[in-house]
Every structure is written in C-alpha cells, then in structure tokens.
C-alpha cells in the first residue's frame, strides 16, 4: 500500500505537522493491517534534511516497504546525510532523465529502490541501463507510472526484462483510463511489442 495523502499534498505545507501526521499514519496502518502488507509513503521531495530524517526514523519501528522521495533528487549530498542517519529503504529517481543523473544515487548506493520512468528517462533503452546499473548495486527497481495505459504497458515490458523489478506503480486500474482508446492492457502490451 502506498500513499501520499494528508499535509504532504495539500497547499499549505506544515513540515513539522506532515512528519507527525505521516508517523501517526505508519502507526495506525501497521495496527490495523499486520505485519504482511507492505507500507510505502511518498513525501513527494517536500521535506528538509531534518524532517526527513525525523520521518524516517518515527516510521524505522513500522517496518515501510520504503520512503519515496524525502528529498530532492538534484543534490545527492542530501541523500548522503539522509543515507547516515537512517536505515529505512529509500526509493528516488522518478525526476532523473538518463543514466548520468541516476549515477551518484546508483554508485554511491543512497537509494535502496530506483524510481524509474520509462517516458522521462530516454525511453525503454536507457531505463533497461539504469536498471541493469542498478541491479550491479543490488538496488531494485520500483518503476514510476503516473501516466496511463500506454506508459503502463511500457513499464510492464521494463519489468518483464529486469530480474531486479521489486514493484509496478498503477495509478488506476487497467480500463479506467482511455477505454474508448484502450480496449485492455493486453491489447496495449501487444501493439508495444510490436512496435518495440
């Protein structure tokens, strides 16, 4: 389950609120679901050294799946003291266009899963060089999908190429989104093969 609801998305962003809210929200989830579903949060790079590291460590004793983008991702510095200060996973990358900008992040091992997006990061061929530098890090991949049923499909055929795929973004379900262009995700994997 992942989600990015509450002070992180609304237009007046309290920090320090977020933080306790989001800690709050760990809290309630993990009682109320168990320990057998995976819980992700995405902070949308909306938080401070500081805060990301009081985040992550209020959610440390609820086991998350991953924190998504506590930081921007332009200055890997950030992520190197984030990286020191907590032993929650981290997922980031979903802004970065090619393998070059992923390069710090990957080498430097300060993502634990890698956001890539199929239709920013150069296409098919460059995102399978992200994944596969990422796999050489033991970094999996947790590929970013807010688009629709075409990107959808694309991100399905990453997926199906990289040994290192750990999860898929769907941000609605298959049918929801362009059914009158889209008959179903099958047809949209077939055309892609082929024009792939």
Known sequence: ???????????????????????????????ELGPDIELAFDAHTRTSVPD??????????????????????????????????????????????????????????????????????AGFTESRKIAGWCETHFIDIAVHNPIGPVSTAACLHLNLATSNMLVQELPRRPGESLSDVIVSLASVGRWLAVCI
């Open 52 to 121: 990301a590291v009081r985040l992550c460590r209020g959610v440390e004793a609820y086991r998350p799946m991953f924190i998504e983008d506590p930081l921007r991702v332009e200055n890997p510095e950030s992520y190197r003291r984030l990286r020191d200060q907590t032993a929650v996973p981290i997922a980031a990358g979903e802004q970065l266009g090619t393998k070059w900008q992923f390069r710090a992040m990957i080498e430097e091992e300060l993502i634990d899963y890698a956001r890539i997006d199929v239709c920013i990061a």
């Open 1 to 31: 389950m992942r989600w990015d609801s509450g002070p992180f998305g609304s237009a007046l962003y309290e920090p320090h609120k977020a933080v306790d809210w989001t800690i709050e929200a760990f809290r309630l989830l993990r009682t």
